[in-house]
Every structure is written in structure tokens, then in C-alpha cells.
């Protein structure tokens, strides 16, 4: 595609419910990145993946956050059980290949999720 | 642990010059960027430096020194729609990139 897609692009949903975000990037983009960021604050890591595999989940907050990725595009990020602290924008952003040091990253417009 | 350093706010009039500071303590170095975002928007990637030394590109400047450990970003010319978050990026020896919080830019007329 043109640029990196993201659905949808609000949520709100319930305490407790379980949410999923979806991420298209863009075509031939081998690296794909989730990060969160809540109100006024910088970027936080979630995850990234090198193709479909997963290299660096280190950042995913908790075992409710999971994310995988299929075909090497579409990518999505699963919240279970949400809380009203994973209430956040969440963007993914995709880049040509990483491990270069030059990784031009291209982000979407985010999902802004409300957990109510 | 690695850290990553800029202002929180800066104030700045139209038509006049700005320079955003960033410094940073990572595990190695493989680059600094800079990327620009609007309130409710996505990041816009602005620059990148991996050599010390002042990389120009219109109104915007990025410079690095490694021993230092520090970048500015340089705005010239300030416009209203330079209003933005200005986020320091570096990616460290496991080509991760660690993510400052950002500096908060508003120009005054």
C-alpha cells in the first residue's frame, strides 16, 4: 500500500475485554514495529518483528499482550483482558529491514484505544 | 541503563531560529534520528546521523557529536506549522532504537 495502515483507528471497549489492532504494512517492508504512547509521553517499545518471526518482545507489558505477524505483512496486536492502563495510542511503524542502522521508520496513523 | 535526554516544552517566535538539545547514554551507537509529530498524528521521520558533524537540509539541521554523546535539532525560519513534538532517537549495538520523550515545540506569533 501507499503507507502503513492501521484499524481501526478508535477503540473503546470495556474493562476486561479482550481487543485486537491491526497493522498493514507497507509492501515489501520487512520490519515491523508496535509501539504504545500514552498522553504527552514518548514512544515505548512493544514489539518487533523481522519477517514473521519476533526477535524482541521485551517490551510487551504483560502476558496479555501478544502480537504476531502472517506472510510477512499484516500484522496484529492482541490485548486480553484489557485495563484502564492500557488505555494508549498504539502505532506501528514499518521499516524496509532493521539491523542496517539506517532504519527509516514509517509509522501509521495509531489506534487510540479507551478501556473503560 | 539507557537513557535518552531533551527539553520537555520550548517556546519559540515565528521567524526566528530554535535549537532542540538532545543528549543520550546507550549501549553503542548506530545512529541518531530525529522525527517530527504533530499533536493527534504519527511520528515523520526528519533526519538521521551517524557521523559527527551538521547534516543540513532546508530549515532543518541535525547535528551529532559522538564523544559528547549529544545532537540539537536546528530550526530556522520558524513557521506556525513547526508547532510539534520533536522526538531523539538512537539506535543502539543491537540496532534497537531507544526513544526519548520528546520536546514539545509552540511558536508564538
Known amino acids: 500500500g501507499a503507507g502503513v495502515s492501521q484499524s481501526p483507528s478508535n477503540k473503546v471497549t470495556e474493562k476486561g475485554k479482550d481487543v485486537e489492532l491491526r497493522c498493514d504494512p507497507i509492501s515489501g517492508h520487512t520490519a515491523l514495529y508496535w509501539y504504545r504512547q500514552s498522553l504527552g509521553q514518548g514512544l515505548e517499545f512493544l514489539i518487533y518483528f523481522q519477517g514473521n518471526s519476533a526477535p524482541d518482545k521485551s517490551g510487551l507489558p504483560s502476558d496479555r499482550f501478544s502480537a504476531e505477524r502472517t506472510g510477512g505483512s499484516v500484522s496484529t496486536l492482541t490485548i486480553q483482558r484489557t485495563q484502564q492502563e492500557d488505555s494508549a495510542v498504539y502505532l506501528c511503524a514499518s521499516s524496509l529491514e532493521s539491523g542496517t542502522g539506517y532504519e527509516k521508520l514509517f509509522f501509521g496513523s495509531g489506534t487510540q484505544l479507551s478501556v473503560l | 541503563g539507557q537513557n535518552i535526554d531533551q527539553p520537555t516544552e520550548m517556546t519559540a517566535t515565528e521567524g526566528a531560529i530554535v535549537q532542540i538539545n538532545c543528549t543520550y547514554q546507550?549501549?553503542?551507537?548506530?545512529?541518531l534520528f530525529w522525527y517530527q509529530q504533530h499533536a493527534g498524528e504519527a511520528p515523520t521521520f526528519l533526519s538521521y546521523n551517524v557521523l559527527d558533524g551538521l547534516e543540513e537540509k532546508g530549515r532543518f539541521s541535525s547535528f551529532l557529536s559522538r564523544s559528547k554523546g549529544y545532537s540539537y535539532l536546528l530550526l530556522k525560519e520558524l513557521q506556525m506549522k513547526d508547532s510539534a513534538s520533536y522526538l531523539c532517537?538512537?539506535?543502539?549495538?543491537?540496532?534497537?532504537?531507544?526513544w526519548g520523550a520528546g520536546t514539545k515545540l509552540i511558536i508564538k506569533p
Open positions: 546507550t549501549s553503542g551507537f548506530n545512529g
Open positions: 532517537a538512537v539506535m543502539d549495538s543491537n540496532y534497537q532504537l531507544i
